[in-house]
């Protein structure tokens, strides 16, 4: 059964940081692309970041790049979402979701998410 | 970048009701869609990918169609416990735009 359980979310001031996991459990994460997506309070979802299977290609959303950093650690099987210098307009619900496959890179499986918090 | 406009914003429907979404890429997409349904206070859940493919376990009143620009997700007979927000996305290159939701309500 294909898990995703993440960690790390809270209330953080303007300008600070915060770093949300996602750790993979009945599958390789090695083998897949992984993504985050974003909900902010009331509204809809927003594709964030995504990085490929080995780390090396990494594209962002435009309001976050720069600020935010997806990486991963295949040994641990585990997915990092790094958010620096926060803003108001960040606060939302995170959730790191898988792809389906090489070939399918739509998401099919997703952690349960992680609220973030940021006041103004 | 190519991006997402679903219709309606939102709707209500019968129960047993044929009910019609539509998505429309501002760019050609090819068939790389997927439709998801997100229930009021969980998770997203993967409905159809590759336009019209139906994801495992998922009921086969649903379903999709389409290609290149306009696409559509059908529920043959609405049920009770379709109430969710529906979200197309496109994921052949990044960014992996969303549509901004259709939320379903029973009349």
């Known amino acids: 059964q294909e898990q995703l359980v993440q960690s790390g979310g809270g209330v953080v001031e303007p300008g600070r940081s915060l770093r949300v996991s996602c750790v993979a459990s009945?599958?390789?994460?090695?083998?897949?692309?992984m993504h985050w997506v974003r909900q902010a309070p009331g509204e809809g979802l927003e594709w964030v970041a995504v990085?490929?299977?080995?780390?090396?290609?990494?594209y962002y959303t435009e309001s976050v790049q720069g600020r935010f950093t997806i990486s991963r650690d295949n040994s641990r099987n585990t997915l990092y979402l790094q958010m620096n210098d926060l803003r108001p307009e960040d606060t939302a619900v995170y959730y790191c979701?898988?792809?389906?496959?090489?070939?399918?890179?739509?998401?099919?499986?997703w952690g349960q998410g992680s609220v973030v918090t940021v006041p103004s | 970048d190519t991006q997402m406009t679903q219709s309606p914003s939102s709707l209500s429907a019968s129960i047993g009701d044929r009910v019609t979404i539509t998505c429309r890429a501002s760019?050609?997409?090819?068939?790389?869609l997927a439709w998801y349904q997100q229930k009021p206070g969980k998770v997203p859940k993967l409905l159809i990918y590759s336009a019209s493919t139906l994801q495992s376990g998922v009921p086969s009143r649903f379903s999709g169609s389409g290609s290149w620009t306009d696409f559509t997700l059908t529920i043959s007979s609405l049920q009770p416990e379709d109430v969710a927000t529906y979200y197309c996305?496109?994921?052949?290159?990044?960014?992996?735009?969303f549509g901004q939701g259709t939320k379903l309500e029973i009349k």
């Open positions: 760019r050609d997409i090819s068939n790389y």
């Open positions: 009945g599958f390789n994460l090695r083998n897949f692309d």
């Open positions: 990085i490929s299977y080995d780390g090396y290609n990494k």
């Open positions: 979701a898988k792809i389906k496959n090489e070939w399918l890179r739509l998401l099919d499986s």
């Open positions: 996305q496109k994921y052949d290159t990044a960014p992996y735009t």
